[in-house]
């Protein structure tokens, strides 16, 4: 029973079972569970914990506060901050036993000195972080006598299965291991591979896989289905319900117009949950029994269904999305990927934890 206006249910065993699907996935390579932004809007702490209990060893994040938050809640798996660091994120990773994924000399020695342990990353083709001075960041950290404990990179197309540019990357990715197994480094984890990658490119799994969007059961290459279970489901409760004539203008704007006499039901919530205003006329909900598509404007706090002559009353439940429809559907209707759709709920929709 739903007893507040609405709700972010999460289901923890799903995200054990998902661990186990991606475990399975990585033959013998070790589960980095991704659990940035809040665990994709899911909440860190919770998720990181079944992550855990369904066989994950690590733990990804991209902000060193993040990682400070995961300690402070008194998780003590190895973590690792999977963006380039900011000027003085050493000394907090230090501190808090956090790794640091270093691309850039600055990045390295300030590490260094403060005596963190780093995942070297080299780009191999996504331009964003990593660097693409690899051997003098490798020489860099043999000098400074690094503690490295890995040597990464991360792929633009995982997604794209089969792209050319994915066999280039894992071919650069070797290159890279070579020049710092030839500089004396030996770093015991290696690791390229996100979700798509770990479903669907094995030569890509190497010591350790780095999944995020599947740990939380939306499938990362759409159209496909790899069992996956997902773990949120975005519910509301009808606030009210009102019968209107035909020809009544709905919402802000009038942008959705009743085609006869009809019964409105108003669904509260709105952009100010992380429901995208662009979702007007366009992205389904499931009330009364069945989906059916916003009527009208999304507005700060609430938006408006159409359910013609149904019954449906106050206090029935709206599901926005879960097992029906999908975080996945309400991308393919805006033109998104789910992580946005999931990753955007607000913190003021209370998180719910089952399973
Ligand atoms: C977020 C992230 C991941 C997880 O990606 P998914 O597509 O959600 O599986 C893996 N590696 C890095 C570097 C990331 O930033």
């Given at each position: 029973?739903?007893?507040?206006?609405?709700?972010?249910?999460?289901?923890?065993?799903?995200?054990?079972?998902?661990?186990?699907?991606?475990?399975?996935?990585?033959?013998?390579?070790?589960?980095?569970?991704?659990?940035?932004?809040?665990?994709?809007?899911?909440?860190?702490?919770?998720?990181?914990?079944?992550?855990?209990?369904?066989?994950?060893?690590?733990?990804?994040?991209?902000?060193?506060?993040?990682?400070?938050?995961?300690?402070?809640?008194?998780?003590?798996?190895?973590?690792?901050?999977?963006?380039?660091?900011?000027?003085?994120?050493?000394?907090?990773?230090?501190?808090?036993?956090?790794?640091?994924?270093?691309?850039?000399?600055?990045?390295?020695?300030?590490?260094?000195?403060?005596?963190?342990?780093?995942?070297?990353?080299?780009?191999?083709?996504?331009?964003?972080?990593?660097?693409?001075?690899?051997p003098?960041?490798v020489a860099?950290a043999v000098?400074?006598?690094?503690?490295?404990?890995?040597?990464?990179?991360?792929?633009?197309?995982?997604?794209?299965?089969?792209?050319?540019?994915?066999?280039?990357?894992?071919?650069?990715?070797?290159?890279?291991?070579t020049v710092a197994a030839e500089a004396g480094l030996?770093?015991?984890?290696?690791?390229?591979?996100?979700?798509?990658?770990?479903?669907?490119?094995?030569?890509?799994?190497?010591?350790?896989?780095?999944?995020?969007?599947?740990?939380?059961?939306?499938?990362?290459?759409?159209?496909?289905?790899?069992?996956?279970?997902?773990?949120?489901?975005?519910?509301?409760?009808?606030?009210?319900?009102?019968?209107?004539?035909?020809?009544?203008?709905?919402?802000?704007?009038?942008?959705?117009?009743?085609?006869?006499?009809?019964?409105?039901?108003?669904?509260?919530?709105?952009?100010?949950?992380?429901?995208?205003?662009?979702?007007?006329?366009?992205?389904?909900?499931?009330?009364?029994?069945?989906?059916?598509?916003?009527?009208?404007?999304?507005?700060?706090?609430?938006?408006?269904?159409?359910?013609?002559?149904?019954?449906?009353?106050?206090?029935?439940?709206?599901?926005?999305?879960?097992?029906?429809?999908?975080?996945?559907?309400?991308?393919?209707?805006?033109?998104?990927?789910?992580?946005?759709?999931?990753?955007?709920?607000?913190?003021?929709?209370?998180?719910?934890?089952?399973?």
């Amino acid at each position: 029973m739903l007893t507040t206006r609405a709700e972010a249910v999460v289901d923890l065993a799903a995200v054990r079972h998902n661990v186990g699907v991606l475990r399975a996935a990585a033959g013998g390579a070790e589960v980095l569970a991704a659990v940035k932004a809040d665990g994709y809007g899911h909440g860190a702490v919770p998720v990181a914990r079944a992550a855990l209990e369904g066989g994950a060893t690590w733990l990804g994040v991209v902000l060193v506060e993040e990682g400070v938050a995961l300690r402070t809640a008194g998780i003590d798996a190895p973590v690792l901050v999977m963006m380039e660091p900011p000027p003085g994120a050493g000394e907090v990773a230090a501190a808090y036993d956090i790794n640091l994924g270093v691309g850039s000399f600055a990045s390295l020695h300030d590490a260094v000195d403060a005596g963190a342990r780093v995942h070297l990353k080299v780009d191999t083709g996504l331009s964003r972080g990593g660097s693409v001075e690899w051997p003098d960041l490798v020489a860099a950290a043999v000098k400074a006598d690094a503690d490295v404990v890995g040597v990464w990179s991360h792929l633009a197309c995982a997604d794209d299965v089969g792209a050319a540019s994915n066999a280039t990357q894992v071919q650069r990715f070797e290159a890279a291991l070579t020049v710092a197994a030839e500089a004396g480094l030996a770093p015991r984890l290696r690791h390229l591979a996100n979700s798509a990658a770990t479903l669907t490119m094995p030569e890509a799994r190497y010591d350790l896989v780095r999944p995020g969007i599947a740990v939380y059961g939306l499938t990362p290459v759409p159209g496909m289905d790899y069992g996956l279970r997902p773990a949120m489901t975005l519910r509301a409760r009808v606030a009210m319900t009102k019968r209107v004539p035909a020809g009544t203008g709905v919402s802000y704007g009038h942008r959705y117009t009743t085609g006869a006499e009809t019964t409105l039901a108003l669904v509260p919530l709105g952009y100010g949950d992380g429901i995208p205003r662009a979702a007007a006329n366009t992205a389904e909900v499931w009330i009364g029994g069945r989906r059916r598509t916003i009527s009208g404007t999304v507005c700060m706090d609430q938006f408006v269904v159409d359910v013609g002559d149904d019954e449906v009353v106050a206090g029935d439940e709206a599901v926005v999305f879960g097992a029906e429809p999908t975080a996945q559907d309400w991308a393919d209707a805006l033109g998104t990927i789910s992580y946005e759709i999931v990753t955007r709920i607000a913190p003021r929709v209370p998180r719910r934890y089952v399973g």
